[in-house]
């Protein structure tokens, strides 16, 4: 990457980084952490000697099959099917650091200052990892006014936090009717020992039913469905940062002020350990 310190004739014949797609991450906390707890039950399934007498059709039925059904009622169907690919952005995601939009919304702005806004042209290819990015340095390019810029991009960053809160809230809801459907099964296993008392052997399936399908409802909800929604919620407070950054980045190049000022306007909203220092 040029430094400040090359000339400006310098600056017009090297070429703006391209900089690379993000690429997928693995999540090594949310694997480690739900392949982790799973085990761990798992452990104490087969030290109990009997891992076997876990698994009940009936109860996975009601749970499972229950849980689904009736988070559909909240949502629409395509929201909830989606929902199970959001579930995937949990644990492997295309991830930027603030700090990293930060350093490149400054040399955009640090040649947008010394070649002209049209030279930021030549970068928009590099950005389509980068839809949000693209459209900024578009709406730059093209002459839009800063307040018209800040309200663009603004629309758009909302929108997208909404879409990501929604899913989020799709995953809660899911938590909070998986106990609720275990409670249900554990009132139909409990209704069908009592009514069949004279047959003894169909009194350890009913109980199965009754004590599984709350084991199985706490272990949806708090294992699986609760964490990855604030996992999603984490990401997306990410995501909303960067795109902040972005946002902020374009509008100060579209009212041709000095990087320098962008540089500290950034910081200001970044936490001390992603603070950037492009121009030291």
């Excluded at 988070?71 to 099917?81: A, H, K, M």
């Excluded at 009717?177 to 099964?185: D, F, K, R, T």
């Amino acid at each position: 990457m040029a430094t400040i310190s090359e000339s400006s004739k310098e600056y017009q014949r090297t070429p703006l980084p391209e900089p690379a797609a993000a690429a997928p991450t693995v999540d090594m906390a949310t694997l480690f952490g739900v392949l982790g707890a799973f085990a761990v039950i798992g452990l104490a399934m087969v030290l109990g000697g009997s891992p076997s007498s876990f698994l009940d059709a009936p109860a996975l039925l009601i749970v499972f099959g229950g849980t689904f059904l009736v988070t559909t009622v909240s949502f629409t169907l395509g929201e909830v099917l989606r929902a199970q690919r959001v579930m995937l952005r949990a644990v492997v995601y295309h991830a930027e650091a603030p700090q990293t939009a930060a350093a490149r919304m400054l040399y955009l702005a640090d040649t947008a200052r010394r070649n002209g806004p049209f030279a930021l042209e030549d970068a928009l290819k590099a950005m389509q990892h980068s839809r949000f990015l693209a459209q900024a340095v578009a709406l730059v390019v093209d002459g839009f006014p800063a307040e018209e810029v800040e309200n663009i991009l603004g629309r758009e960053a909302r929108a997208t936090r909404e879409r990501h809160v929604r899913s989020a809230g799709i995953l809660r809801r899911a938590g909070e009717v998986a106990p609720a459907m275990g409670l249900i099964g554990t009132l139909v296993g409990l209704v069908q020992m009592l009514g069949n008392l004279e047959d003894p052997a169909s009194i350890g399936p009913a109980m199965a039913v009754a004590l599984l399908t709350t084991f199985y409802g706490a272990v949806l909800a708090n294992m699986v469905f609760h964490p990855l929604a604030n996992k999603l919620e984490r990401n997306s407070d990410v995501e909303s940062m960067v795109n902040q950054i972005y946002a902020i980045g374009a509008a100060s190049i579209n009212r041709q002020e000095n990087p320098r000022r962008l540089e500290m306007t950034l910081n200001a909203i970044l936490s001390p350990v992603q603070r950037v220092n492009y121009f030291d």
